[in-house]
Structures are given as structure tokens and as C-alpha cells.
């Protein structure tokens, strides 16, 4: 690695042997230094965990292309996605990164359901060092989700997260914005416009109760696909998506502090002004 190039981390949370992971670091190459860092496994829904049961062995890792190895260091970790952002940072970079690339992930992370990925959880770990960060998204088909199916066209994504990354690389990003969460429709070109949106509020992946019939039986959460895209803000992740089928840009900060009135929300729960609104939860499915 030489100091003149930025290190460029990347990592996922469906596991090294993605062929998306290695489709977004390709597309890097002449831009930096590679430095790969994935869990060893499958680590989809981590969120930002970093258990304590995670050993951390690191694995180095090699991927051929065309029967040829890549020309990157890569390595594979026990532990989650957060935990191989650190890992990648603490102890097997020779200088902090100018960039962490989380991605491509197989399937999107629209919606407030995007605390649960892990895809979206190592970005915000590495933002979490001062690193500008990319999550990125691929919207495919639900049977997709888990595998590393080699049918799936990343060349959009691809050269969507380095139009980005090189972006960030080279500028200062605004205050607040900590991660960039890129959302990829499924049929998207090199074409395809994409536009800055906000996370919508509404759920996508629903979770469904477990078939069986003792509690004490196996009982794995499933989840489903339910947009409700008519239901979606015009300004939201999830509408341009699903709707609009435009790629959507979101920006996210690791503040996630209300933006509510503090001083008026103070005066509420001492009791010196009275709240008149309402807050209707979302309706179970």
C-alpha cells in the first residue's frame, strides 16, 4: 500500500464470499488502496451489534477473477459487520481509511427498518471514527436475499457506489450528514437517475410469528415484503424506489436525537404546557 492513494475499507454484512462485495471494490480499484474486510458468514440483520460472543478471528481471504486472484487484501472475520469495521480499522489498515463502503447488499434497506442492517450498522461504524461512510443497497427479488446468486446484475450499483465514494473521497460532506445510504432499484442502468430523499417512516419487511405448536419448539422469526408504497411519504427512500423506481440517496447522521422542540418537550413532561397531538402507531400485520 502506498501513502499517496486513499485506503478505501470495504465490507458487507452478507459475508466475504459475496460477489457483490467484490463487484463494489472492483470498481475502486484505480481510485485506491483495497483493503476487504466481511464477516466470515451470512450476518444479515446485525444492526451495529457487536456481541461479546464474537471471538474475532481474522482469516485471510482470496477471491480469483477470470482464474486470476484479486490484487487486494482481504480478510474474513468472525463477528459481525460493526465488528469487522473495527477489526479493519484497529488492526489491519496501516492508516485510517478515507472511505468505508458497506455493500452491495443483497436486497434493500428502505424504511425504518434500517437500525436492523447490517449493511447500514457498519457504515455507521465507521462514520463513528470520522471515516465517511456508504451503505448500499440492491432491490432483488425476497429469494435473493440470502444468496450469492451470480444472476444479479451489479454493474449499476457498482458504478453508482463509486460515482458516490469518489465524491466523498474528495469533499468535505455537509454537518450532520454522517452516511450515505445508496437504494438501487432492481433493473437500474448506469442511466438511471437517482435523487436525495429521506428515510420514510413507514416498514417494508414485516415480521411474521413463528409456525409451532410448543414455545419451547424452534422458533425462528420469518419477515414479509409489504411496502404499502401508496402509504409512502413523495420525499421518502422508500417512494422513489418503489414508486419512482429512481435511485434514492439518503443521508444519515448518528445524531439521533428527536428534532422536536427540546425546550417545549421539557415543558411538557414537567407539566408547564399541555400537549394536544396524537401518535398513532402503525398498525400490526
Known sequence: MTPERPLILFTNDDGIASPALW??????????????VAPREQQSGMGRSLPITSEGRIYP??????????????????GTPAQAVQHGILELSDRLPSLVVSGINYGDNLGNGVTI??????????????IPALAVSQQMPKDLHLSYSTEVDF??????????????????????????????PWGATVETPWRITRLSRRRVYWPTRPERVALSEVGRLGYHYDADP?????DSDV??????KVISVTP????LTSRTDLYRLQ???????????????????
Open 117 to 130: 442492517s447490517g449493511t447500514v450498522g457498519a457504515a455507521l461504524e465507521g462514520s463513528s471514527f470520522g
Open 239 to 244: 417512494y422513489a424506489v418503489v414508486i419512482d
Open 267 to 285: 415543558q411538557i413532561i414537567s407539566g408547564e404546557r399541555r400537549y394536544n397531538g396524537e401518535h398513532r402507531a402503525e398498525p400490526r400485520r
Open 155 to 184: 454493474t449499476a450499483a457498482a458504478a453508482f457506489t463509486r460515482k458516490m465514494g469518489e465524491h466523498l473521497i474528495h469533499h468535505n460532506s455537509p454537518d450532520d450528514v454522517d452516511v450515505l445510504k445508496l437504494e438501487i
Open 23 to 36: 463487484a463494489a471494490a472492483a470498481a475502486f480499484a484505480d481510485l485506491g488502496d483495497i483493503l476487504i
Open 230 to 234: 401508496g402509504k409512502a411519504e413523495p
Open 61 to 78: 481471504h482470496e477471491s480469483p477473477q477470470n482464474g486470476k486472484p484479486y490484487a487486494y487484501k482481504a480478510y474474513a472475520v468472525d
Open 252 to 255: 444519515i447522521s448518528l445524531d
